[in-house]
């Protein structure tokens, strides 16, 4: 069992019939994640790739099960998206959007606390599980293996250099999220060690760190 993500992972995709969202949710879906829904306001009733569209998440999730959410909401939208999405009960909301004000996610950040409600992001590229073939968000499957090694990092364009090599070595991943490089984002490294340190399929991990901030001191300290 990986963590966040696993074969009981119902995914609503906000956003899904802009740009972004068209892109990448077949390739999720292509991958074995299980699209439930997309949410488009003023859309009701139409689908996309035969994936059904609501209003709102709130909708989607009282009909669909949804219980995780992917944001590809343009970046003024998105903290609203994302609040959106804790209200309506879901369990883990990934927010891709780049670009939202730092003062939207010191809101958000404040508003998430202490519910049930765990946010990867925001600007990051998500959450992929080799294992149980689930992906959440933008990074390039064709590069993960099934595995026992745990990825974190805040590039994530060194996710996949990681992972890349990972692969090449023969030692295949367990769980690999890009936590984003934002001054302000939902999971910090060390609530992502702390998930891996509990996690019985995993033996190790990998943490790639960036310039600026203390975010590597305290998962060290950690």
Known sequence: MGIFVNQDTRLV??????GAGKFHTPLMVEYGTQVVAGVTPGKLGQDFQGIPIFDTVAGA????????SVIFVPAPFAADAILE???????????????????????????????????????????????????IGIMPDMIFAPGRIGVISRSGTLTYEAVDQVTKLGLGQSTCLGIGGDPIIGTSFTDALARFEEDEATDAVIMIGEIGGNAEEKATAF
């Open 13 to 18: 995709v906000q956003g899904i019939t802009g």
């Open 61 to 68: 999730v009282r009909e669909t099960g949804a219980n995780t």
């Open 85 to 135: 999405a804790a209200d309506a009960g879901v369990e883990l909301v990934v927010c891709i959007t780049e670009g939202i004000p730092t003062r939207d996610m010191a809101m958000v950040k404040a508003a998430l606390a202490g519910s049930g409600t765990v946010m990867i992001g925001p600007n990051c590229p998500g959450v992929l599980d080799p294992n149980a073939r689930v992906k």
